[in-house]
């Protein structure tokens, strides 16, 4: 299980706005919210609690209602620091989940978040069975201040040069292995090193000499803490919508989530774009970057919700395990297949099939062998491919070009079909 804690229980003075920096609205919705949605979205997230400043718990819950976050389980209050607030947190899981579930600590005035950041977090955090923090290199020339005020302070000056290779820039999610957590303040607290240091939990492990694991960051993902900032996500926003107004034409549309199976998308994407298709990798994630299978970083054409799905005739569904969880719990991914399947046509491959099973599109289809099981009532054979009506599958990895070129021959006709074969030597 992995659990996101949103900490909002600051009250955010820089910013100077009057009331908690996270509940300032930006184009009528408060920046909390923002910063919820990405979790809430995010498939491998099961549950989110918030820890709030206390005169705003009942907003939160009103929140929750207008924004559809049917993951916000939670609501504590927050304490005095960041450390207190961390702790209030993770006291209110101890008899919800378990030792070792994961646990995501975010800032809830950082909305920049994006879901590739929150996937590498529980990714690492997993592999090294203790934690992870989203973390960047710094890229600017740093030097040492002589005092610890600010730059603007006319007394201060640099005459020390930091090395900005060995800097590594932390911020949130910061992720942990439920169990390793509780056992780390626990030490903590014992031993009296909460009071020696400063209310963070990273000074914390550095303390107690714990080893701090990097996880995926990026230099957009910032908190929001100055007018400045507030201007920044704005203008941010803006963009966002500006994009999602603009739409997409094509002959047929791959979707791409993260965790697609890389041979599965872009080989058939490759053979549809030779055979004179215009086809369209529409991101359904919330940008259009998207990670595959095995970690490639791919630029999807455009998000989902901008495709003109009315003048395409072709849905295609990439498998991968992660990829096709994204697929499944993706309403719009779901409503228009079975919008296409009335009168276009619909293809998925590898594990993607199970989502076609789910919809009941599918009376006769193949899959990968691991996924039998989930697929209902249909007929199942080994075949590589089959056609059903306009529901196209294939097996797996192995029968993507074929995969590939019966959809080309329905899309066009044999002859083209025939000469991508040729041309790209294959021989099955």
């Keep these: 299980m992995n659990v996101a804690i949103i900490l909002a229980g600051g009250v ?28 809430n979205q995010h498939p491998d997230i099961d549950a989110i609690l918030v820890v709030c400043v206390k005169p705003y718990i009942n907003f939160i819950w009103e929140m929750k209602d ?9 609501v504590t ?27 995501l600590y975010h800032f809830g005035a950082s909305p920049f978040i994006s879901p590739d950041i929150i996937s ?30 600010g730059v603007l302070d006319p007394e201060n000056y640099t005459e020390k040069y930091i090395n900005r290779d060995t800097i590594a820039v932390m911020n949130t999610p910061h992720a942990f292995q439920y169990g390793f957590l509780v056992d780390m303040y626990q030490e903590a607290v014992e031993s009296g090193v909460i009071d020696t240091v400063e209310p963070h939990t990273t000074t914390l492990m550095y303390a107690l000499g ?71 990798m529409a991101s359904i994630m919330e940008g259009r970057d998207v990670r595959s299978s095995r970690g490639i970083l791919i630029q999807a054409d455009c998000l989902a919700e901008n495709v003109d799905f009315e003048h395409a005739g072709l849905l295609v569904l990439p498998g991968g395990r992660l990829g096709t969880k994204h697929l499944s719990k993706s309403d719009l991914v ?49 075949e590589p491919v089959v056609v059903d009506n306009n529901m196209i599958t294939g097996q797996g990895l192995g029968s993507t070009i074929p995969f590939a070129l019966k959809l080309i021959e329905i899309m066009t006709d044999q002859e083209t079909a025939d000469r991508i074969r040729k041309a790209i030597c294959y021989r099955g």
């Design 12 to 39: 955010g003075n820089r910013v100077g706005a009057g009331i908690p920096k996270q509940f300032i609205e930006i184009l009528g919705k408060p920046i909390l919210a923002y910063t919820i949605e990405p979790f």
């Design 334 to 382: 779901r409503k228009q297949c079975l919008a296409f399947a009335k009168d276009k046509y619909v293809a998925a491959i590898c594990a993607a099939p199970t989502i076609l099973a789910d919809l009941g599109l599918l009376t006769k289809a193949t899959v990968h062998p691991d996924f039998k099981e989930a697929m209902g009532p249909a007929e199942i054979t080994d």
């Design 77 to 103: 209050e927050g304490g005095c620091t960041f450390q207190e607030s961390v702790m209030n947190g993770m006291d209110f899981l101890r008899d919800k989940i378990g030792a070792d579930d994961t646990v």
């Design 210 to 280: 714990k080893r701090i694991y990097f996880s995926k960051g990026s230099q957009r993902n910032i908190k929001i803490t100055t007018k400045d900032d507030l201007g920044l996500f704005e203008g941010y926003v803006l963009e966002q919508q500006r994009k999602s107004s603009e739409t997409v034409t094509g002959d047929a549309v791959v979707f791409l989530g993260d965790g697609f199976e890389e041979s599965e998308g872009l080989l058939v994407v490759d053979l549809l774009r030779r055979a004179g298709l215009k086809t369209i």
């Design 120 to 149: 590498d977090v529980i990714r690492v955090c997993r592999e090294k069975g203790t934690n992870a923090i989203s973390t960047t290199d710094y890229i600017l020339l740093s030097g040492e201040k002589k005092y610890t005020t």
């Design 66 to 74: 207008k924004y559809r976050f049917d993951k916000l389980l939670w």
